[in-house]
């Protein structure tokens, strides 16, 4: 009986040979110099293109609004970031996506996420039968009541502005899950980053919209867990797009004075900002 709960024991801490490594690189490295080794190694390409070159010499913050349409499209962001010379990047996400993150990084991955709860996922809403279901099932002790999730979410949206305020980076995907952000409704959270980054430090914080391309989650998750080895390893590239780049001041100057504080207003003008550069 002793023996059989040994091997229970081992079985249940037993993770697959390239999460540990990952687990171990991330001991040693910062995230984004993490990824592109990783990348690197598994024969997976990552080319920047559009306007990357503004990027290059900017040493303020960076607000990236991407798609998440894909759900790996933070990993070719990371290996452009490290080419870039930056040593860190910030998600804003679901709170059960940093839990997965930190089981995947270890405690690396709870430092690159900023956790903001959806009211569907309220301990106390009235009517569960949403899309979050699932995820309210798997991580149901992990859920907050609504009030206490809206404060949750208040400190991580302050916490992102002051992340970019003093030069850090920020990755944002605006519609908040897994969908076509062409396609779907726009969340008001990323407005309501551009309206906590005080005026003074306006002009030093970029917001940049970007779009990876080529990206496949099957086959890049396929290529990370062979470690780019045989058929599923094979070599893939994925380019990385960036529009059009805008301090915060010009984001706020670009709309009427009566809705330059409104979230919502600032968010509609980012996601017409982002079907221009990107349409397809």
């Known amino acids: 009986m ?18 540990s490594e990952v687990s171990e690189l991330a001991e040693s490295t910062d995230p984004p110099s993490m990824v592109s080794q990783l ?14 070159e503004e990027l290059a010499n900017h040493e303020g913050g960076i607000l ?14 990371m290996a452009v970031l490290h080419d870039l010379g930056r040593t860190g990047l910030k998600n804003i996400v679901k709170p059960y996506v940093g ?21 569907a996922l309220d301990r106390d809403r009235p009517n569960i039968w949403n899309d979050q ?29 002051d992340e970019l305020v003093a030069g850090e980076v920020i990755n944002i995907f605006p519609c908040g899950r897994v969908v076509d952000s062409m396609k779907n409704p726009w969340r008001e959270g990323v407005g309501r980053i551009i309206g906590l980054v005080p005026e003074e430090k306006g002009d030093d914080v970029l917001v940049v919209p970007y779009h990876a391309n080529n990206i496949k989650k099957v086959r890049m998750a396929a ?3 062979a470690r780019g080895k045989n058929i599923l390893g094979r070599p893939q590239t994925v380019e990385v797009v960036f529009g059009p780049s805008y301090t915060v001041n010009e984001l706020i100057d670009a709309l ?21 550069s990107f349409a397809r």
């Open 256 to 276: 009427p004075p009566e809705h330059q504080a409104n979230p919502r207003a600032m968010t509609d003008l980012l996601r017409e900002m982002y079907a221009d």
């Open 133 to 161: 279901l699932r995820a309210r099932m798997l991580f149901r002790r992990y859920l907050q009541t609504a009030a206490n999730a809206r404060r949750l979410t208040d400190i991580s949206l302050q916490m992102a502005a």
């Open 64 to 77: 990236f609004v991407g798609e998440h349409k894909q759900q790996f499209e933070f990993l070719p962001l």
């Open 223 to 225: 290529a990370l867990a």
């Open 39 to 52: 990348l690197t190694r598994d024969n997976i390409t990552v080319n920047p293109s559009g306007q990357y």
């Open 2 to 19: 002793v023996g059989a709960q040994l091997n229970l024991s081992r079985l249940l801490e037993w993770r697959p040979e390239f999460i």
């Open 99 to 119: 839990i997965n993150a930190e089981k995947v990084f270890g405690p690396v991955g709870l430092m690159v996420a900023l956790p903001v709860y959806p009211r």
